[in-house]
C-alpha cells in the first residue's frame, strides 16, 4: 500500500481500527513490564527513593519534545502540503503534549524539592520548559476558541513552527546557561553514566511511554475525523433543510 493512501481518511481510519487494539495492548505489556523493573531497581546513594521520580519525569520531558516535533511536521503539512491529515494530526497531538508537559513540570518540581531545597527556580531549563507549556496552552487556545476552525488551525499551524525554535534551547540549556540540572547523561560522548541497573527500567518507561502517546494520538485523529464528518452532515442537512422551507 503507498503512504499516500494515508492521507484518504477513510483508509487511515480503517487502519487504525485494526492497529489501535494491538497498540494498546502492547502499552500495557511495556508499563508492566517497566513498573517491575521499577520496584526492583536499587535507590540513588545520595537521593534515595525520590530518584524513582526520574521514571516518569524523564519521559514526560521526551514525550513533551517529541509531540511538538510531530505538531511541527503536521503544521507543516498543513501550511505547504495541504495534507488531508495534517490538521488532524496537530490538533489531537496539542492536549497529549500539553498533559506530558505538566506532569514533567510538576513531577520535576517534587522531585526538586528534596534535591535543590525549593520547588521551582527560574534555570534556564526550567523557564524553557515553562515557555513549551505556555505554547501548548497558546495552541489549544487558538483551536478551541477560534470561530473559523480553518484560520484557527492555519493560526496554531504559524504557532507550532515558531515555537519549535524552543525545543533546541530546552536540549541545550543546561550545556550553554548555568543551571541546576546536570548535564546530558544518558545520550554523550563515551556512552551513557546512568548505572545500568537504573538506565534500563529509565528506557523501558520511555519506550512506554512512546507507545502510550501513539496509543491517545492514534485514538484522538480518530474521533476528531469521525468528529468533523458528524458536524459535515449536520451543516449538509441544516443546508437541505433551509432549502426545502423556501
Known sequence: MPIIDLANPTRFLSIVNRVLPWLAAATVLVFAFGLARIMSAPDDYQQGATVKIMYLHVPAAWLSMMCWGVMTVAALGTLVWRHPLSDVAGKAAAPIGTAFTFICLITGSLWGRPTWGTYWVWDARL???LVLFLLY???????WTAEDPGRGSR??????????????IIKF???YWNTLHQPASLFRKGGSAIDPSILTPLLVMAGGFTLLFFTLHFAAMRN?????????MRLIQAQELAEARS
Do not use: D, Q, W
Not at 493560526?155 to 533546541?168: H, K, Q, R, W, Y
Open 224 to 232: 476528531e475525523i469521525l468528529r468533523r464528518r458528524v458536524r459535515s
Open 127 to 129: 523557564t524553557s520548559m
Open 137 to 143: 496552552l497558546g495552541v489549544l487556545a487558538l483551536y
Open 155 to 168: 493560526a496554531a499551524a504559524i504557532l507550532a513552527l515558531v515555537g519549535a525554535i524552543n525545543i533546541p
Open 173 to 175: 540549556s543546561v550545556e
